[in-house]
C-alpha cells in the first residue's frame, strides 16, 4: 500500500504565502507524476500543479505566476509553493500521486486526506 501525508495547510491573509508539502510512503517502484488538486465547498475537484518524475511541471492557469511546484526524488516528497494568495484559492488541497508499486504491478493513482487552505483577512 501507499500513503500520501500533506501538511502545510492554514490561514493565511490575503497577498500572504503558504508551503504546502506531500510525501509518499510505502511500497514504492516508481513515481510517475505527483501533483496538487484543490476544491472548494460545493464545487468540483480541480487540478493545481502536477509535476514528473523527470520535472516537467503543468499548472492550471489560475496559480500560473504565483505557485510553484516541485518535487524532491530521493525524499518522495512534492512541494506547493504557494504566494500571491486570494481568496479564491481557499480550499482543500489535496496530493495526488501517480505510483507503480512494484516491477509487475499496473500504475494506480493515489490520493492524500487533504489540507485546508483560507485566504482571509
Known amino acids: 500500500q501507499v500513503q500520501l501525508v500533506e501538511s502545510g495547510g492554514g490561514l493565511v491573509q490575503p497577498g500572504g504565502s503558504l508551503r504546502l508539502s506531500c510525501a509518499a510512503s510505502?511500497?514504492?517502484?516508481?513515481?510517475?507524476?505527483m501533483g496538487w488538486y484543490r476544491q472548494a465547498p460545493g464545487k468540483q475537484r480541480d487540478l493545481v500543479a502536477t509535476?514528473?518524475?523527470?520535472?516537467?511541471?503543468n499548472y492550471a492557469d489560475s496559480v500560473k505566476g504565483r505557485f510553484t511546484i516541485s518535487g524532491d526524488n530521493a525524499k518522495n516528497t512534492v512541494y506547493l509553493q504557494m504566494n500571491s494568495l486570494k481568496p479564491e484559492d481557499a480550499a482543500v488541497y489535496y496530493c495526488?500521486?501517480?505510483?507503480?508499486?512494484?516491477?509487475?504491478?499496473?500504475?494506480?493513482?493515489?490520493w492524500g486526506q487533504g489540507t485546508q487552505v483560507t485566504v482571509s483577512s
Open positions: 510505502g511500497s514504492i517502484f516508481r513515481i510517475n507524476v
Open positions: 509535476i514528473t518524475n523527470g520535472g516537467l511541471t
Open positions: 495526488n500521486a501517480n505510483i507503480k508499486s512494484s516491477l509487475n504491478s499496473y500504475d494506480a493513482r493515489y
